[in-house]
């Protein structure tokens, strides 16, 4: 008797067992009345502590890049803590995870993904140029340079499975494309637009635009809204800087996204905050392009996204409190307790060393380009930040602006006249009506 009752035990628990597996996951949806919150990190670059030191070529290395590299993980701490305690429904990384791509680099980052996911968050990635076959991998030891492995396609594929990969409802056969159903009524389309690994340019070929259609076909059927999510820019940031940051192709890719009625794309890359839109002539239809500032890069924030189908969407910047984190988790580091000041020197010293030296080569006396250099280390941080136009005029009545319109055509006059002539004034906030 008691054998026929173990018998019957495990095939109630096999029938149990069977039917929990074919069952589809339950995807839910997104009611009128209800909205979702989505957190944007953009381009992380982690580096894991095994990898430095604290030799001279490391602090060399470190004066070389935008990105406060010596801090990645302190950023990513932070985002962490904040997921925790806001508890966000999705939170999406548009690439550019690591620091050149090295495999301990991957491997450490999905390990933070993990936690952060522990929470009951979802958490979608995408590659950017320096996650994959990236033979610029490095690593620092015995005060030299190193070269370490990077991972591949495949591997990165292996790596992300819990994030995107393994819940995709579709995948691109030429690209890590794919396509995600995190609710019933709005799908993420988290788009790989890395032209050649690890080159910096992007793009999107043909067969992919051709897949791209047939996702929005699958979301029209059940009435879902479209996200993109893509490493590279849809639409030029910048007058200046833009090569290789907007996807080659982009007016081949805008005509798609008009096509199919895709409303908001948010990219990262270009590692400066900003937002812009292009509306279709013939429709009326308006894309918005989205770039989310690096996290390590000042003014070191992520964006925020909700979206309730009533509503439509609303997009936010939010700036770490570095200083904060550092005081109540009782950490030594004085750069962290006083992290005000020493990102606005590092910001200096990295981020407008390019534009010291432009100044340096001017004809102007040492008092004069103190005064233009003032004037552009303050312009650039309105800019880097994502504030523009009002924000900068205070700026046109400096002495260092006066000085600059008065020059001759020059990579600064061109660079400073460029910051003012933009679409919008605050690329940190913005409201998209529903369609
Ligand atoms: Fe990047």
New binding site residues.
């Given amino acids: 008797m008691k054998k026929t009752s173990a018998v019957i035990g495990i095939l109630v628990l096999i029938f149990f067992l069977a039917t929990a597996c074919l069952k589809p996951r339950e995807v839910p949806m997104i009611s009128i009345d209800e909205s979702i919150n989505m957190y944007i990190v953009?381009?992380p670059?982690y580096m894991s502590e095994k990898l430095t030191d604290d030799s001279k070529t490391f602090i060399n290395y470190l004066d070389t890049v935008d990105?406060m590299m010596k801090y990645t993980g302190v950023f990513l701490d932070i985002v962490e803590d904040e997921i925790k305690k806001n508890q966000p429904d999705i939170v999406v990384f548009p690439?550019?995870l690591t620091n050149n791509g090295s495999r301990v680099n991957h491997l450490e980052f999905e390990k933070r993904l993990e936690r952060m996911k522990s929470t009951g968050t979802k958490i979608y990635v995408v590659p950017?140029?320096?996650d994959i076959n990236n033979e610029k991998a490095l690593y620092f030891k015995d005060d030299q340079l190193q070269l370490t492995e990077s991972i591949n396609e495949d591997e990165f594929v292996k790596i992300y499975k819990d994030y995107g990969y393994g819940e995709a409802i579709s995948r691109d056969e030429n690209t890590l494309s794919y396509l995600a159903k995190p609710y019933k009524n709005l799908w993420l389309l988290m788009l790989d637009t890395t032209k050649d690994y690890p080159e910096p340019g992007g793009y999107i070929n043909r067969d992919t635009l051709n897949w791209i259609v047939s996702c929005s076909e699958m979301a029209k059927e059940e009435d879902a809204e479209i996200i993109v999510v893509m490493?590279h820019n849809l639409l030029d940031h910048s007058d200046i800087i833009w090569e290789d940051y907007t996807v080659d192709n982009n007016t081949s890719v805008l005509n798609t996204f008009h096509e199919i009625g895709i409303q908001v794309v948010l990219s990262?890359?270009i590692?400066i905050q900003d937002i812009k839109s292009h509306t279709s002539v013939e429709t009326g239809h308006t894309v918005y392009d989205i770039a989310t500032s690096?996290l390590p890069v000042y003014n070191h924030q992520y964006g925020q996204l909700t979206y309730s189908p009533s509503k439509g969407y609303d997009y936010q910047t939010i700036k770490l409190n570095v200083e904060k984190y550092a005081l109540e988790n009782n950490l030594k580091d004085e750069n962290l307790l006083s992290f005000n000041k020493y990102s606005e020197e590092f910001f200096i010293n990295n981020l407008c060393r390019k534009h010291k030296e432009s100044i340096r080569l001017l004809e102007l006396s040492d008092e004069e380009k103190q005064e233009v250099f003032n004037t552009v280390v303050e312009m650039n941080k309105k800019y880097f930040s994502g504030y523009r136009n009002e924000a900068l005029k205070e700026y046109i009545e400096s002495e260092g602006f006066q000085i600059v319109e008065g020059l001759g055509e020059c990579f600064i006059q061109e660079y400073i006249m460029g910051m003012i002539k933009d679409q919008n004034a605050d690329n940190n906030k913005l409201h998209i009506p529903i369609k």
């Fill in positions: 953009a381009d670059h990105r690439g550019d950017g140029n320096h490493h990262g890359h590692h690096s």
